[in-house]
């Protein structure tokens, strides 16, 4: 099915140019795993990175006999998601099944919502990089359960040339809900940018709803990505190609600046646009063709005959909807008043993912200058050179801000307090218990660094014979002996004082 | 006591043996089990027998008993399941090559409550494939004979069910009821079936054929047994969506209530006439008039739209079967076939798998379920049959303002012989023309026997009940059982020839 790229050939318009003589249309698909305890339809538990084919039932096998039952809590999740997007919620609905032939799929149906969504008729309004407001119209947000996993062993680790494949269905079944947008128009060379910021503002919603962890790098969050252009604004829409399973942000907005340069190619080349599925190459930045996407696939929907209809109360939706948390969107605006930030300042704190962490830092004590500063400068930088997302550092927030505490009480230097974190996170304990144990703490004893002083003073009579005479910069000498002497965990304001003191007494 | 005495015993008469001490569950088990050895080889009642593990609860029970432990009223009373139940730890094959050897991890819901209740599970009976059939004749395993006459089929698709209680098999069996497979085939051998509520009896760990349709219920020789029983197995399960959280009860109290004066008994008009043999309609009127000597008030109700419940009903048990039969590919579980030439892909796999496993009825209807629920004929086939249910589902709640229950025949003929219809499907369609409308409404239905029809063979006599009111099937059940019984002098399988023992 996968065939060798075809983007290669000349006819990739420039992206400039693209947009120019084209109108692009998106429409944008995202799967969001919910983050419940079990599965949609049965007891199983979820787990990430269990071993193959322990998180199942024989629900979620599909054996003989089994019946689902659906998740109530993943029912509220997606009503909150539907809330969250200004959906309505339906009085009534139902699932239907899908009908297909796959391994991965344990009963050859997938239970999916289909004609009666549980959510739909919403909006999201995302803020792109330079303060613009953008609203994506919502289609719909309808559950369905995942699938399993293939693996295909032998040969390019691709189903061909496969020697055998192994299915996990330890995914099987976990909750998931789709929300399609309507056509998305007017993005026009934006367009690419508006897919990321949408995507992007969807993560961060699930995540302060508290649905799911969202996490990108995990399949949590999985974007399919239309794209058809058309002359002009007042055109009817192009036919479309739908770019499957782009799974970042950056592969987001590159997947559809490619798909609209690479379908003008075709186009401006007298060619037309074939209807298909397109995988996306993150390795060379281009999309190539998958299966054709006819519209004569027949997934035979019919209702689900082993589920009763859904119909959630208008009490209990209201009840939601009094119950969901600041929206990410608002919560942004308010922590940049408090915190005092400039747009750019805030842009950078959001895109670097440090919102969250610099709240619970101001939370657990900390300024928000100072929490700013240790997470964009300090932590960003040890995150960069380790490759991990900031979230991810074996450091709490609370940390950080006990850590800026003892710089505060004058305990630790900036340059102890590095050497600080870097305990931390080389998992030695809090900052006061690395402080501890590698003896960081500045030396304030007077005693201790009379002593210092007072060696250093015998050690360099010419030094002291100077500043006698006037030349007080030459303290600094004396300073860095002493500093040297206590391996720099003296406070060096303190030294110069006792240095003055001797010297002139 | 002699084997022959405790076979022949009821349910509730064993129970209360056992509770007296004057016979033990191992007794009785192993009574069971002699006779399905010397019966057995000639009915083929059993797919599988489960000697072991049924006499090692036999005697659980019986060591529970000693002790003094207070015991569920059928504890102890042997029971045989239909094999399209999953049972742990027992082969489960729904009659099907695809599943041959196959062992659930797990148990049916209907069956953890026999466990719990302490019946000695005595093995699996025999079916249509995937309880498709009407027969038995389509088991893959081979039919089930009818104990009345061994050339003649035992109904289907719960054949082996009701023969092994029929043959004295079994005190009591586990059937299923999709279009009638409890009722059609108690009528033909002389026996009780109920088809409860549609979600009183819990359909997690049933193969579903049709899920909209399927229900478990009783098989047995008396009234009182299949009250028994029902309440055994009708409680709620959350895990089964359908499953009632309010399941009928008051059965046993309403089989032994003996009294139907002031009630309203109606004759669905649609559910008689033509195509029905003319000893089963006499069988059917003189029961009829024994019930209205017995107080009942007795009218007559039309039910037009039953006219198109075998057609809506091919549409729809297709549909549903063709999906529920999905998942049996190779992949997982059961039967596993390479093609012979060409790649072996899971597609191809796929494909050799049911082509082999699957037999000639399995296929023909995912074949119309398939093309039913297609683009472009979904709303002419399925969308249509799921109105004329609605229709059906009118006409109960009619009939049901003029009666508080409906009767019939249970099944246009008796026994018919193997071969008979098996290579004509309609003509063997129709052999559920009665049972089908409780199916497409959900009511509850039994059939008990009202007597022989001029061919010397058993006629079953249908019941039928609105929704949540099973209690009705057995008052109504239990009065014509014992009027019944009394004319007789005695119950109606004395009247079954002796089976040949195996020497």
């Not at chain 1, 999985?222 to 794209?227: H, T």
């Not at chain 2, 008469?13 to 057995?40: C, I, K, N, P």
Request: hydrophobic share 40%.
């Amino acid at each position: 099915m996968s065939q060798p790229h075809d983007v290669t050939s000349p006819s990739v318009q420039d992206y400039e140019d693209a947009v120019r003589r084209y109108d692009p249309v998106l429409g944008i698909e995202v799967h969001v795993e919910l983050g419940t305890a079990s599965k949609m339809f049965d007891g199983a538990p979820q787990t990430f990175g269990a071993e193959p084919n322990t998180a199942v039932t024989p629900v979620s096998l599909g054996l003989p006999g089994a019946l689902p039952v659906v998740n109530a809590a993943a029912v509220e999740y997606a009503i909150r998601i539907g809330l969250a997007l200004n959906c309505e919620i339906a009085e009534t609905c139902r699932f239907a099944r899908k009908n297909y032939f796959y391994p991965d799929v344990p009963k050859n149906f997938q239970t999916s919502q289909y004609d009666e969504p549980i959510a739909f008729d919403g909006h999201l309004d995302v803020e792109l990089e330079d303060g613009e407001i953008f609203r994506v119209e919502i289609e719909r947000a309808h559950m369905e359960e995942d699938a399993g996993k293939n693996t295909h062993v032998g040969g390019s680790g691709r189903i061909h040339g496969a020697e055998y494949s192994l299915v996990d269905y330890n995914r099987a079944g976990i909750p998931l809900v789709e929300i399609v947008t309507k056509p998305i128009v007017g993005a026009r060379e934006r367009a690419p940018e508006v897919a990321r910021a949408y995507v992007s503002a969807l993560r961060d919603i699930f995540r302060s709803l508290g649905v799911s962890e969202a996490r990108m790098e995990r399949g949590n969050v999985r974007a399919d990505v239309n794209v058809s252009l058309r002359d002009s604004a007042d055109a009817a829409f192009g036919t479309r190609t739908e770019t499957k399973n782009v799974n970042s942000f950056r592969s987001i907005e590159r997947a559809v600046r490619h798909e609209i340069s690479r379908q003008a190619g075709v186009l401006d080349a007298g060619g037309s646009i074939t209807q298909e599925t397109r995988h996306w190459h993150e390795d060379t930045g281009v999309t190539s063709p998958g299966r054709v996407k006819s519209d004569a696939e027949d997934y035979r929907y019919f209702p689900e005959p082993d589920l009763v209809p859904l119909a959630p109360s208008r009490e209990w939706v209201e009840q939601i909807r009094a119950g969901l948390p600041e929206l990410p969107s608002v919560r942004r605006r308010r922590l940049q008043a408090e915190w005092e930030l400039s747009d750019a300042e805030m842009r950078d704190l959001v895109n670097a993912g440090a919102t969250e962490l610099v709240e619970a830092t101001v939370a657990a004590g900390a300024t928000p200058a100072a929490a700013r500063k240790w997470w964009m400068g300090e932590l960003a930088r040890t995150a960069k050179s380790d490759g991990v997302a900031l979230e991810d550092l074996p450091v709490r927030p609370e940390h950080i801000a006990e850590l800026q505490s003892l710089v505060d009480d004058g305990r630790l230097n900036d340059k102890l307090a590095r050497q600080a974190l870097a305990g931390v996170l080389a998992g030695e304990g809090s900052p006061e218990e690395v402080v501890t144990a590698r003896g960081l703490e500045i030396v304030s004893d007077d005693g201790a660094l009379e002593a210092a002083v007072d060696e250093a003073i015998a050690a360099n009579p010419d030094v002291v014979e100077k500043i006698r005479g006037g030349k007080v910069q030459a303290a600094g000498a004396l300073v860095g002996a002493v500093m040297k002497a206590t391996r720099g965990q003296a406070d060096a304001g303190k030294v110069r004082e006792i240095i003055f003191s001797r010297v002139e007494g | 006591m002699a084997e022959t005495s405790l076979t022949h015993r009821s349910a509730a008469d064993l129970a209360d043996l056992l509770r007296r001490g004057e016979t033990s569950s191992v007794e009785v088990t192993q009574a069971h089990l002699d006779r399905t050895a010397e019966v057995d080889p000639a009915v083929h009642a059993y797919l599988h027998v489960n000697a072991e593990e049924a006499l090692a609860t036999a005697a659980d029970v019986d060591a529970r008993r000693a002790a003094g432990e207070d015991l569920h009223e059928l504890a102890g009373v042997p029971i045989a399941v239909k094999d399209v139940v999953v049972t742990k730890g027992q082969v489960t094959t729904a009659g099907s090559k695809i599943l041959e050897g196959w062992i659930p991890p797990y148990d049916a819901t209907l069956v953890r409550h026999l466990r719990a209740s302490g019946m000695p599970i005595l093995g699996k009976t025999n079916l249509d494939e995937f309880a498709m059939g009407s027969s038995t004749e389509h088991s893959a395993y081979g039919p089930t004979r009818n104990p009345w006459d061994l050339e003649r089929i035992p109904g289907g698709s719960g054949g082996g069910s009701a023969a092994a209680v029929a043959a004295h098999l079994a005190p009591l069996a586990i059937g299923t009821d999709t279009g009638g497979s409890i009722r059609q085939p108690a009528a033909v051998t002389g026996t009780v079936g109920v088809k409860p509520t549609y979600g009183g009896v819990s359909r997690y760990g049933l193969i579903a054929l049709a899920s909209s349709l399927d229900q478990a219920g009783p098989v047995s020789r008396t009234v009182l047994d299949s009250a028994l029983l029902h309440e055994v197995i009708g409680v709620h399960d959350p895990l089964d969506s359908t499953s009632l959280t309010d399941p009928a009860g008051g059965l046993v109290d309403a089989a032994r209530a003996g009294d139907l004066a002031g009630m309203r008994i109606g004759v669905v008009r649609e559910l008689g006439g033509e195509g029905y043999q003319p000893g089963v309609r006499a069988s059917f009127d003189h029961a009829v008039d024994l019930l209205r000597g017995a107080g009942a008030d007795v009218v007559e109700v039309s039910c037009p739209s039953f006219d198109y419940a075998l057609a809506a009903y091919y549409l729809i048990l297709p549909a549903e079967a063709s999906s529920n039969l999905a998942k049996f590919d190779g992949m997982r579980f059961g039967l596993r076939v390479e093609p012979e030439e060409g790649p072996v892909t899971a597609e191809t796999v796929m494909a050799a798998t049911r082509g082999a496993g699957f037999g000639d009825e399995v296929k023909r209807r995912i074949i119309l379920g398939t093309h039913a629920l297609s683009a472009g004929y979904y709303d002419a086939y399925y969308g249509s049959a799921q109105k004329v249910r609605t229709l059906i589902q009118r006409d109960f709640a009619a009939a049901f303002e003029l009666a508080d229950v409906l009767v019939s025949p249970t099944a246009p003929t008796t026994a018919f012989r193997f071969g008979e219809k098996v290579d004509d499907p309609l003509a063997m369609y129709l052999n559920d023309v009665a049972t089908i409308p409780a199916n497409l409404a959900g009511v509850p239905g039994l059939s008990l026997p009202s007597g022989l029809s001029d061919d010397g063979l058993p006629v079953g006599f249908q019941v039928l009940a609105p929704a949540r009111e099973d209690a009705r099937l057995y008052r109504v059940g239990g009065v014509l059982e014992r009027l019944l019984t009394d004319e007789r002098g005695g119950p109606i399988l004395d009247r079954a020839p002796d089976l040949e023992v195996k020497a």
